[in-house]
């Protein structure tokens, strides 16, 4: 959020932020905030999908673009990422744990063929070097390099 808060102050971009069910991360406050809409990929006419707007990003859930491709007869996924990627300045993907990517390959590998680089935001209270090295080696097979971490300082006691 603060990378995105940083990009938007800085030029009027459109952000949006691909993220798992907003209620279970740390988006879930502004799902509350937010204005739900209905937005259509531009490459992709008549597929619609669900997303919201707080404080000008858009946010967009993944299990509402993995439900809107099954429902499609054809395996669109990669498309629609890659029109996301042309229909805003910014996209910002908030992935999950690794284990939950490795559960939902079909949904996760359309998404890790768009992405250029990655930068990595670890908490120092939280993050351990086994943990980053796991994820240095993970966005390694996929020839995708990290180009920057941003480490988050525990809060004061």
Same mark, same amino acid.
Request: glycine share 4%.
């Given at each position: 959020?603060?990378?995105?808060?940083?990009?938007?102050?800085?030029?009027?971009?459109?952000?949006?932020?691909?993220?798992?069910?907003?209620?279970?991360?740390?988006?879930?406050?502004?799902?509350?905030?937010?204005?739900?809409?209905?937005?259509?990929?531009?490459?992709?006419?008549?597929?619609?999908?669900?997303?919201?707007?707080?404080?000008?990003?858009?946010?967009? +859930? =993944?299990? &509402? %673009?993995? #439900?809107?491709?099954?429902?499609? *007869?054809?395996?669109?996924?990669?498309? $629609?990422?890659?029109?996301?990627?042309?229909?805003?300045?910014?996209?910002?993907?908030?992935?999950?744990?690794?284990?939950?990517?490795?559960?939902?390959?079909?949904?996760?590998?359309?998404?890790?063929?768009?992405?250029?680089?990655?930068?990595?935001?670890?908490?120092?209270?939280?993050?351990?070097?086994? +943990? =980053?090295? &796991? %994820?240095? #080696?993970?966005?390694?097979?996929? *020839?995708?390099?990290?180009?920057?971490? $941003?480490?988050?300082?525990?809060?004061?006691?």
């Amino acid at each position: 959020l603060g990378v995105a808060s940083f990009i938007k102050y800085f030029a009027d971009n459109k952000i949006l932020i691909v993220t798992g069910k907003m209620d279970d991360t740390y988006f879930g406050p502004f799902k509350l905030l937010a204005t739900k809409y209905q937005a259509e990929i531009s490459q992709l006419p008549g597929f619609r999908y669900t997303a919201y707007e707080a404080y000008s990003l858009h946010y967009l +859930e =993944v299990d &509402e %673009l993995s #439900q809107r491709s099954k429902a499609s *007869k054809v395996k669109v996924l990669p498309a $629609v990422i890659k029109s996301l990627v042309k229909d805003y300045d910014v996209v910002l993907f908030d992935l999950p744990p690794l284990k939950d990517r490795r559960d939902q390959y079909d949904i996760f590998l359309p998404i890790l063929q768009t992405i250029d680089n990655v930068t990595l935001s670890v908490s120092l209270q939280q993050g351990r070097f086994s +943990e =980053v090295n &796991e %994820l240095r #080696q993970y966005f390694s097979s996929y *020839k995708i390099p990290i180009k920057g971490s $941003v480490f988050e300082r525990p809060p004061a006691k």
